[in-house]
C-alpha cells in the first residue's frame, strides 16, 4: 500500500487518482502527524511526501520514520513546489528520502517511480522474509542436531555400560562405534572379531540378513585376542528403521559360553547315564519275563500279578531311557531316519491299537478324513514314535474326556495326520515352545508326569524327514497336534 502525505486535498485527490487507476492500494493523511500515526499502525511499501506542510514538514516527518524500527525502511518520495534549491534536495535525501520530486509534476514520471520504488521495497521485504524464514530454518536445524547428537551420545554412554560388547553399524553396514568390551576380542574397530573356522562367517551371514532387513540371530565363537581362546558368543543384530528404511543397525555377542559348557555336561552326563541304565534294565526285564512266564504255569500263583505289575514300569522305566537315548543321538547329530516305502495306514492303525490296548476301554479314538492307504517313503518305526506321542499326550492331557480325533488329508505334496484332543489345552504364547528340549508346561507339570522331551524327539523326526509339525490349541478347550510328511 501507497501512503501519500499532503495537506492540500485537491493534490492528494489527484495522486491517489493516478495511483488506484494503476492498481495501486492507496492510503492519505493530511498531516504529517496523521502520518506518523498512520505509519506506525500499517504496513506500507512506499511514502510519497509533500515537503511543505504547517506545523511538521516532510523532513521532520522523515527524520521521525527513520527512529522507529517499523518505519525506518520504508521508501519515501518527497514532492515539493516550493523548495526545490539543491539544499532542499540534498536535505531530503538525508532525511531519508529515496527521491526528491519538485513540482510540477509530470505524472507519467511520477507513475514510473512509485511503480519502480514500489516494486523494489516489495521485493526487498520478500527477500527480507525469505532471509528471515531461511535463519529460522537454519537455527531449527542447528538445534535438531544438537538434540539428536546429545541423544546419540546418551545412547553410546548406555551401550558402554553394558555387560556385552555392543557396537552399532551405519545403512551401509559399516562399524561406526563399538563399547570398549570390543576391545577384548578385535583390535580394530572397522574389524569383525575372529570366528572359528567351524563356525559361520559373521559378514556373510549379516550381509544376508541386511539384503532382506531382518534380524540376525547367530551362536558363534570368537576368538579373545588377549588369551588366544574361542568363546562361545550370542550374536545379535538388529535394524533401526526410520520409516520403511534402515536408518541403523545396533549389535551385541552376548557371552554365552559357560553356558554352552554346562549344557554340553548335561547332555554327556545324561548319555552315559541312559547308555549305563539300559544294559541292567535289560538284564532285569529278561529275569522278570522269565519269572512271570514260570508263574503262569499255575494260574493259582498270586505273586503273578505283582510280576505284571513289575513289567509294566519296567516297560515305563525303559521308554524313559530310550527317550534319553534318543535326545543324546540328536545331539550327536546320530538319530538316523531309515526310508522304505511304507503303507502310512496300516502304521497308524497300528498305533492306534496299541494306545487301545495300553489305555483300557474309556479311550474313545475316532477316525476323520481319507484313509493314507497308500505307500510312502518314512522310517515306520519313528513316526509310530511320533503317533504314538501324540495320542499318549492326548491321553495324558486330558483327565477328563478321552475321546480323540485322528484326522488325515492328502493333496499333491504331502499327507496330514492330526491328533484332536478335549483336554486342558495350553496357553497361546507357551504353544511355540512345547517343541523344545525338556521344556514343559507349567500350569500342568505339577499334575502330569513327564520329562518334556517327547515332542523335542518328534519335531527332530519330522524334521529329518522333511516334513512340518505343530500345534493348535485352545486352553481348557483341547489341542490339535499334527504333522505332515511330503509325498516324493
Ligand atoms: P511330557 O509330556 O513328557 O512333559 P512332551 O514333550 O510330550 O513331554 O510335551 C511337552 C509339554 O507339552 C508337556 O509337558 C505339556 O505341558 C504339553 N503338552 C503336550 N501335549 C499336550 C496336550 N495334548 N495337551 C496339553 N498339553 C500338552
Not at 283 to 290: D, E, G, N, P, R
Not at 318 to 324: A, F, M, P, V
Not at 362 to 374: A, L, T
Amino acid at each position: 500500500m501507497v501512503l501519500i502525505v499532503d495537506d492540500n486535498q485537491n493534490n492528494i485527490y489527484s495522486l491517489k487518482k493516478l495511483l488506484e487507476s494503476n492498481d495501486f492500494e492507496v492510503d492519505t493523511a493530511i498531516s504529517g502527524e496523521e502520518a506518523l500515526g498512520k505509519a506506525l499502525k500499517n504496513s506500507y511499501s512506499l511514502i510519497v511526501l509533500d515537503v511543505q506542510m504547517p506545523d511538521m514538514d516532510g523532513f521532520e516527518v522523515a527524520e521521525t520514520l527513520s527512529g522507529y524500527s517499523k518505519t525506518k525502511e520504508i521508501p519515501i518520495v518527497f514532492l515539493s513546489a516550493v523548495n526545490t534549491e539543491k539544499r532542499f534536495i540534498t536535505k531530503g535525501y538525508k532525511s531519508g528520502g529515496i527521491d526528491y520530486v519538485t513540482k510540477p509534476i509530470d505524472p507519467e514520471i511520477l507513475l514510473l517511480k512509485v511503480k519502480t520504488f514500489y516494486n523494489l521495497q516489495e521485493n526487498s521485504l520478500a527477500m527480507k522474509r525469505t532471509q528471515q524464514n531461511l535463519e529460522l530454518e537454519v537455527k531449527g536445524r542447528r538445534e535438531s542436531q544438537a538434540t539428536m547428537k546429545s541423544q546419540i551420545d546418551h545412547f553410546h554412554l548406555m551401550l558402554q555400560a553394558l555387560p556385552q560388547i555392543a557396537f552399532t553399524l551405519n545403512q551401509d553396514g559399516e562399524v561406526d562405534f563399538v563399547n570398549c568390551k570390543w576391545y577384548q576380542y578385535s583390535d580394530s574397530e572397522q574389524v569383525f572379531p575372529e570366528t572359528h573356522p567351524d563356525d559361520h562367517n559373521i559378514k556373510q551371514e549379516f550381509e544376508e540378513c541386511r539384503k532382506r532387513g531382518k534380524a540376525l540371530e547367530l551362536e558363534v565363537r570368537i576368538k579373545n585376542i588377549k588369551t588366544n581362546h574361542y568363546r562361545y558368543h550370542l550374536l545379535r543384530m538388529s535394524p533401526v528403521f526410520e520409516g520403511e528404511l534402515i536408518k541403523t543397525w545396533v549389535g551385541t555377542f552376548t557371552d554365552i559360553d559357560d553356558q554352552k559348557r554346562i549344557e554340553k555336561e548335561k547332555d554327556e552326563f545324561l548319555s552315559i547315564a541312559s547308555h549305563e541304565l539300559k544294559t541292567p534294565l535289560t538284564s532285569i526285564k529278561a529275569y522278570t519275563q522269565l519269572l512271570e512266564r514260570k508263574l503262569k504255569l499255575n494260574q493259582e500263583n498270586s505273586e503273578l500279578i505283582y510280576v505284571e505289575k513289575t513289567l509294566d514300569q519296567i516297560e515305563k522305566l525303559n521308554s524313559l531311557i530310550t527317550d534319553l537315548l534318543d535326545v543324546s543321538k540328536i545331539e550327536n547329530g546320530k538319530l538316523k531316519i531309515n526310508k522304505k516305502p511304507e503303507n502310512l495306514e496300516n502304521v497308524l492303525q497300528n498305533a492306534i491299537e496299541t494306545i487301545l490296548h495300553t489305555n483300557g476301554a474309556d479311550v474313545k479314538i475316532e477316525r476323520h478324513g481319507v484313509k493314507p492307504d497308500f505307500l510312502i517313503p518314512f522310517d515306520k518305526i519313528r513316526i509310530e514314535q511320533v503317533l504314538i506321542n501324540f495320542l499318549s499326550n492326548a491321553i495324558k492331557y486330558s483327565p477328563e474326556n478321552h475321546q480323540i480325533i485322528v484326522t488325515t488329508f492328502t493333496d499333491e505334496k504331502e499327507v496330514r495326520i492330526s491328533v484332536t484332543d478335549f483336554g486342558i489345552g495350553i496357553p497361546d504364547f507357551k504353544q511355540e515352545y512345547v517343541f523344545q528340549k525338556f521344556y514343559r508346561v507349567e500350569e500342568s507339570s505339577l499334575q502330569f508326569q513327564g520329562m518334556g522331551i517327547g515332542l523335542y524327539i518328534c519335531s527332530e523326526i519330522i524334521k529329518q524327514h522333511h516334513g512340518t509339525i505343530g500345534v493348535s490349541s485352545e486352553l481348557g478347550e483341547g489341542s490339535t497336534f499334527y504333522f505332515t510328511l511330503p509325498l516324493n
